[in-house]
């Protein structure tokens, strides 16, 4: 066994520092730009080393991002109708809508770098003090990747000394295959869900659930993604209601027989949005290939998305003094 590392590395010419997490079991790389999740690199059965997320080749390009690759999205990750929180009106960055948090959104703001080590484990925080989303605020937030054996903890905090709201997420891309080499269509998924949220023709909730036993198939069950797909062909880009989500219980596992990889995520969220890159073409290059429809799958954890309209679902005010904590694990393993 060999001590765990960090590496800080200052991009030349660029205000981007990569960060490199190592120990024994995984390598994982960050991004102060976003508080991004650039790389991750997993064993297969093999024990061959690859990234199993999908990264810009160029580091440069992420300063140009609009997808939010391995991004931090906040203060409030997914659409909010109209913009709108009460009086409040919110940048409207999708057509009428609100999505991600804006246009200088998290995702989109540098954030100050803090690294730390324990006899176990490595990590980063990242701050940011907001006050340039347009979110009231100032909002002060961190997120804390903690790199422990083959797990990788992702903390976010929040707090603000006005009344805001703030529900946020990462929105990394996973392809377990291993540096891209094969779509998703060969990976198997299994959620451990309540229902899903009914979403109208713009994506937006429409405050009605389906239950699990009217979807078209069974996520509770392993399937793999070819055949999800055929039940969605227009893709996954939905709301799942997890079933008493906690951090002792793994609620979504993805996986690729092939490579023999497996990543089991728990959570403190009450919902995740998989999004399958259905369609998703554009002229960039991920893992050595021009990014096209069905590369990767965004998984993201969040309370529900809108749920500022739908008080029925519950709440993310942020209220002065108040101190809001989510966590997310990924846990990495061999079939
Ligand atoms: C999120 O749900 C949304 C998608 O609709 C969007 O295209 C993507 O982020 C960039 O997953």
Redesign the pocket.
Known sequence: MSEPSITVLPIYQTNLKKIILKNDELEVVLLNYGARLHQIFAPDKHGHMENVLLSYDKLEDVLTDQ??FGATVGPVA?RIRDGLWNEQQLEKNSGKHH??GGTNGWSFQFWDVEIFKTPQSVGVVFYLKDTSSGYPGPIITTVTYRLIKNKLEMTTTANSPVETICNPTN?AYFNLSGDGKRDIETHQLQVQLDSMLELDHE?LPTGERIKRKALPLDFYKPRTLSEILSHYPKGL?DVFLLSNPKLSKNILTLSEEISGRQLAIATTNKSV?L?STTGFDADFSINGKKMHSNYGL?I?PQEIPDIVHFPAFGSINLHPGQERISQTNYEFSQL
Do not use: C, K, P
């Open positions: 997808s939010y997914g999505i991600h929105h994506h880009d949005v999004f965004a993201e």
